[in-house]
């Protein structure tokens, strides 16, 4: 090779090299290019309104604890405390887990969330069964950033499992609460709550999943699990998707990948994905039309589900997604947009109601965003 070609193949090396360093820097820019800050005020903001609003206050002087609002935001809100240079959880958190806290170690006195007195049948059974997973889930997930499970998530999980269901077509699931709504209180959200418990399991530290004495309940969850999965929406084998990853063996490796790609299959042109499009059919109560649009709740999900399940943040799907995310925050509000599947924003009971999809959207973006950045 002559002295000018091996001046051009240099020069062409050094310029690969400075493009690839450039696209590098770029991405790690991007990956930082939300408001974190805002976020997370965002989040307090709405789990403060939560914790007081009358309408969510419970017996014993505690509050419901909610799938759009208070379980995105305990999974969440720890994952902001690094970037935002935070030495120990916010208030909100605190009361949070402390509100969680008592109504486990009040597990036989405390009323459940809703009763068949005030919202018909099987509405106690249901309200003690969903609450029983999202307390395990709670607790074990605050327990997982200091490595020990404490004797409160213990008690959690014991009154998880004895809520399990051991016989019927059920088995293996949780009886979950039904008030007609989905994602999270529809007929088939049962499957959702059993995906939750999973990840409860898996989040949980010191190796809880190997218990010798929790084995035959998760054999039973494994069963139900596997039994129903091709029966769901795409949005919840989403959350299995999730479960599997925090519970090794919980799916095989095809199941794993058949739910990657019909994921990856459904995602939008613009890099995020429409909760509508992933619920199958499902009508408004108020028989307004659905958003098609992409929306933050689908789009935070399900990137957070494929991290997961192992899928790079350097995948050109995954980039898009990002993009999607990071393109789509109100810096104003800190907040992502998403939309219920049941109403309309005109037909909630209030503007603070509307904003129940946008909370769960938030956390889910957040815990997205914040993965990435952690790798």
């Known amino acids: 090779m002559n002295s000018a070609l091996k001046r051009i193949t240099a020069l062409i090396a050094c310029l690969v090299m400075g493009a690839l360093a450039a696209s590098r820097h770029t991405e790690s820019s991007a990956a930082n290019s939300w408001d974190q800050k805002a976020a997370a005020a965002y989040l307090d903001q709405r789990a403060n309104w939560w914790m007081e609003w009358p309408k969510s206050a419970r017996d014993h002087e505690t509050f419901c604890v909610s799938c759009h609002t208070a379980v995105p935001y305990a999974l969440s809100r720890p994952a902001l405390r690094k970037p935002l240079a935070e030495a120990s959880p916010s208030a909100n958190e605190r009361r949070l887990l402390d509100n969680v806290t008592k109504r486990v170690r009040l597990w036989k006195e405390v009323a459940p969330f809703y009763t068949d007195a005030d919202r018909g049948a099987y509405k106690s059974v249901e309200s003690r069964g969903t609450e029983s997973v999202l307390n395990a889930l ?66 949980a530290p010191g190796d809880y999943r190997r218990t010798p004495e929790i084995q035959n309940n998760l054999k039973l969850l494994r069963e139900y699990l596997n039994e129903h999965s091709a029966a769901q929406t795409a949005i919840n084998r989403a959350v299995l998707l999730w479960a599997s990853a925090k519970v090794p063996g919980l799916l095989d490796a095809e199941k794993q990948k058949a739910i990657i790609t019909e994921l990856l299959g459904k995602q939008r042109p613009d890099g995020g994905w429409g909760l509508s499009a992933l619920s199958g059919e499902w009508k408004r109560h108020d028989d307004t039309p659905q958003e098609l649009r992409s929306d933050g709740y689908a789009t935070g999900l399900i990137t957070f589900a494929l991290q997961q399940a192992g899928i790079s943040r350097d995948n050109a799907q995954e980039r898009a997604a990002f993009g999607w995310l990071i393109g789509n925050q109100n810096k104003t509000e800190g907040n992502w947009p998403s939309w219920s599947l049941n109403k309309n924003k005109e037909h909630h009971l209030s503007p603070e109601t509307a904003l129940f999809m946008n909370d769960a959207a938030t956390a889910y973006a957040v815990l997205a965003l914040t993965e990435a950045n952690r790798h």
Do not use: C
């Not at 959200?189 to 989040?203: N, P, Q």
């Open 138 to 203: 709670i607790l074990a997930s605050n327990d997982a950033q200091s490595g020990y499970l404490s004797h409160d998530a213990v008690i959690a999980f014991e009154n998880m499992w004895a809520e399990q269901q051991t016989t019927g077509e059920k088995k293996g699931a949780w009886l979950w609460l039904r008030f007609a709504n989905e994602p999270w209180e529809a007929d088939d959200s049962d499957f959702y709550g059993a995906t939750l418990a999973a990840i409860a399991v898996g989040t």
